[in-house]
């Protein structure tokens, strides 16, 4: 046996359906008596991930191994992983008790016995009534439903369910516990109630849980270890306190509680220039670069007019409780302050934010680059199976297309770019959203928003799947279906293939 | 001013009405019928348990009794094996053509029924198997045929209801597919089981068009013994006869009511 205490681990799983993939390049390990949870927005592979540890789901490549054995091909029922489910898929033509004591009845345990030759043998055995009976209760004790054994399942509250859908599963003694979004039908405070006992459970029983969830809150609260993921992928793997303090880009970082995240240069050695500011930082990136800078808003010092580095104008104050929520306008900037200090709004005031508070992250994008675009007969670049009019001249310096379509050069030599495969790349500022779907070229779904100070960065799907991410001044919902224009002329086009090869004897 | 104002409740009057006319009268008509003898002289009604004697001591009812038991359990259990896959692969949604399945099974129900027995015949005739030599067969045959689209329908909306996720539940637990179908399928979808059993079963027994055309008159059920008697104009006896196919349906009722967990609400007339 390996020596590591890797209890599982998933490499290089991907799950596609009809082509679309859900689940991509996945490769995690997970420690014995570990607490993970996978963190994401709906629709990011997480429940697909869990499913295909508990083998409803088989992964369409990449190996499962538990324990250094591969388990991917074993069907559900011989896996010693156990699930508690969303809606927690209690038998309701069983009461409480023959519910947890399903798994148990159909066990099977090895013995050893010393049969009349004094050979020592293995045998199989059942569950006896009375060890199913002692499990059970065992099982209600520690979900704190005691007395509930022969009560129907439904008479019972959601809350009370959901236990029993516990109970149903850790008497099994699994060596994963999965749970798939468990406390998503409770309410607050029942949902805050159980994220204790959960805890507090997973401590007593010393078993490793997986847990899927989209509210960050409660994977911050329980885990030792969170997946953040979106569209199929790992975002970032770290503690909670790693994630929260050192989110790896824009995306998690604004998924993860509360944010600014600005886009960025950098302006010098452990320097860094946002909202028309330079601040001083701690992480070293190269002259130049842009970057995505992330700060929480309760990691910003609120101090009156000229006390702090920059100046702004307090315009909103809201009251949560234990702080007060400020935003201030810095030149077109907002800023999102958390503090328990009272400031009067409409006045000026100014912030100071310590260098260790200033969180750099590599900028994702900072192009649309299509590299399966074509040109198609009439000169038009067909990206997501729609035709952009371009400049194809671009292709070839100096040249200009002739009366029949044919760029051609200065010496007098014509191409043909029909079906010429090219790399499209628009800059995120020359795309614009159009709220009607026909008026555009192309028509999608918002998937992302992420605001940047003084703008949103949006992200358009469409239905081929393409992504647009746009830069964008105006506000639009998740799910909006818009559609996208952009401006031909700044679509940059680079051949695939040398030029040479389309030249048209 | 009326004092009376419309209530909701009104709405039930007709189907009250209704309910006494069609429904309760005949049902105490058949019991009163079936335990009363009209002398033939005197015209004189008296209490009796003529009828229950005369039935039972005659070995031809008994006999008939017993084969139309047969063919009833036989026809039900035949449906199920048949009905259930059926019903459980048009409830998979991931099936594209499940509308043209049920289509199919639709179908043959707009022919009219008297039609579409006897075009059975004919066709297994031509198939070489004939009802006058093997009766029972083509009988079966026949309700079968006719009885199916009744077995899939409610089974069919047991498993639309039926939660996916409980299979899966069933299968995590350790139960393989064998132990999931018995322990966790057939338990969920008995409800639908006992209503497609119950609508296929007495109309069986009580039924006797298939079995007259299909056998070719060489089988009696109780519906037979039901018409001959009243063709006879032996009421009491027929209605006797009727009672004891009342009775079993009610000990059926009775017998399933509690398997039933499934808490349909079912308020009261008013």
């Known amino acids: 046996m390996k020596n590591s205490n890797k209890i599982i681990e998933l490499k290089n799983i991907c799950k596609e359906y009809d082509g679309v993939l859900a689940v991509d390049n996945f490769n995690l390990y997970v420690k014995k ?21 508990a083998g409803f789901e088989m992964p369409t490549s990449g190996v499962i191994l538990l324990n250094g054995e591969d388990i991917s091909k074993l ?13 927690y898929a209690l038998f ?47 099982a209600l004790k520690i979900v704190d439903l005691e007395e509930f054994e022969y009560r129907d399942v439904a008479t019972l509250s959601g809350g009370q369910q959901q236990r029993i859908a516990i109970a149903r599963a850790i008497v099994n003694e699994p060596q994963i516990l999965l749970l798939d979004e468990p406390l998503g039908a409770l309410d607050l405070k029942m949902r805050k109630e159980m994220q204790e ?3 507090a459970m997973h401590k007593k029983l010393g078993i490793t849980f997986i847990y899927v969830t989209h509210d960050q809150e409660e994977a911050l609260t329980m885990s030792d270890t969170i997946v953040v993921m979106k569209d199929g992928m790992i975002q970032q793997i770290g503690t909670p306190e790693d994630i929260y303090n050192e989110p790896k880009n824009a995306f998690v970082a604004d998924f993860i509680g509360e944010s600014n995240i600005y886009s960025a240069t950098m302006v010098g050695d452990k320097m860094v220039r946002f909202i028309n500011h330079n601040f001083v930082c701690v992480d070293e990136f190269e002259l130049h670069e842009k970057v995505d800078v992330v700060i929480r808003p ?39 302050i958390q503090t328990t200090d009272n400031f009067e709004i409409n006045k000026i005031a100014s912030i100071s934010i310590d260098p260790f508070n200033i969180h750099i992250m590599k900028k994702e994008f900072t192009v649309n680059k299509y590299s399966d675009a074509w040109i198609d007969k009439n000169n038009n670049v067909v990206i997501s199976e ?11 310096p100096g040249s200009h297309v002739d009366e029949e379509g044919y760029v051609v050069d200065q010496h007098g030599i014509k191409y043909d770019f029909t079906d010429a495969d090219v790399i499209a790349e628009i800059s995120l500022k020359d795309i614009e959203v159009i709220d009607n779907e026909e008026d555009g070229i192309v028509s999608g779904e918002i998937v992302s928003i992420i605001y940047k100070g003084d703008h949103y960065q949006i992200i358009v799907r469409t239905e081929e799947d393409e992504d647009f991410v746009i830069d964008t001044e ?19 086009l680079t051949l695939k293939a040398e030029v040479k090869e389309y030249v048209k004897d | 001013m009326s004092k009376i104002k419309f209530q909701r409740k009104f709405l039930a009057i007709p189907y009250g009405i209704f309910l006494v006319l069609f429904v309760i009268i005949p049902m105490v008509l058949i019991v009163v019928y079936a335990f009363s003898n009209t002398d033939p002289v005197t015209n004189k009604t008296t209490f009796s348990f003529d009828n229950l004697t005369t039935f039972f001591s005659n070995s031809y009812n008994l006999h008939t009794f017993l084969i139309s038991l047969a063919i009833g359990l036989g026809n039900t259990l035949i449906c199920l094996i048949i009905g259930y896959p059926i019903a459980y692969i048009l409830a ?48 079966m045959i026949g309700m079968v045929y006719n009885y199916l689209p009744f077995t899939i329908l409610p089974l069919y909306t047991t498993m639309l209801k039926m939660d996916k996720s409980l299979i899966e539940a069933s299968m995590d637990l350790g139960a393989n597919k064998v132990q999931t179908f018995t322990k966790t399928i057939i338990p969920m979808t008995l409800p639908g089981i006992i209503s497609a059993s119950s609508m296929v079963f007495m109309p069986t027994m009580s039924s006797y068009v298939i079995s007259d055309v299909m056998g070719e008159r060489q089988i009696s059920l109780i519906g037979n013994i039901i018409q001959l008697y009243f063709d006879q104009g032996l009421w009491n006896l027929g209605s006797f006869v009727a009672l004891i196919l009342l009775v079993i349906i009610l000990g059926f009722m009775i017998a399933t009511r509690n398997m039933e967990k499934e808490d349909n609400v079912r308020g009261g007339l008013w």
């Not at chain 1, 952009?388 to 070839?396: G, K, M, N, P, W």
Request: with cysteine; glycine share 6%; charged share 30%.
């Open chain 1, 92 to 138: 309701t033509h069983m009461d409480v008790y023959d519910n947890i004591a399903f798994g148990l009845k159909l066990k099977k345990i090895k013995y050893t016995y010393v049969d009349k030759k004094g050979v020592t043998k293995e045998k199989y055995r059942k569950y006896t009534n009375e060890e199913i009976d002692e499990k059970v209760r065992k």
């Open chain 1, 386 to 396: 729609e035709p952009f009019e371009c400049d194809i001249t671009q292709l070839v």
């Open chain 2, 92 to 139: 998979k949604k991931e099936y594209k053509f499940n509308y043209i399945i049920v289509l199919l099974f639709i179908m043959p129900m707009w022919i009219n029924f008297v039609l579409r027995t006897a075009a059975t015949r004919d066709l297994l005739f031509a198939m070489g198997l004939s009802g006058g030599e093997h009766p029972y067969i083509s009988t």
């Open chain 1, 197 to 199: 006992e959960l805890k």
């Open chain 1, 474 to 492: 105006y506000t639009w919902n998740e799910f909006d279906k818009v559609s996208v224009k952009v401006d031909p002329k700044k679509i940059k």
């Open chain 1, 75 to 87: 069907p559900p029922y011989e896996r010693p992983v156990n699930t508690v489910f969303q809606r």
């Open chain 1, 298 to 336: 309760e990691d910003i010092i609120l101090g009156n007019e000229n006390e702090g580095m920059v100046n702004g104008k307090l315009i909103s104050k809201t009251f949560k409780g234990v702080h007060y929520e400020y935003v201030m306008m810095v030149g077109r900037n907002e800023v999102v």
């Open chain 1, 33 to 53: 008596g570990e607490f993970v949870t996978f963190l994401g927005p709906s629709g990011c592979g997480k429940t697909t991930t869990l499913r295909m540890i």
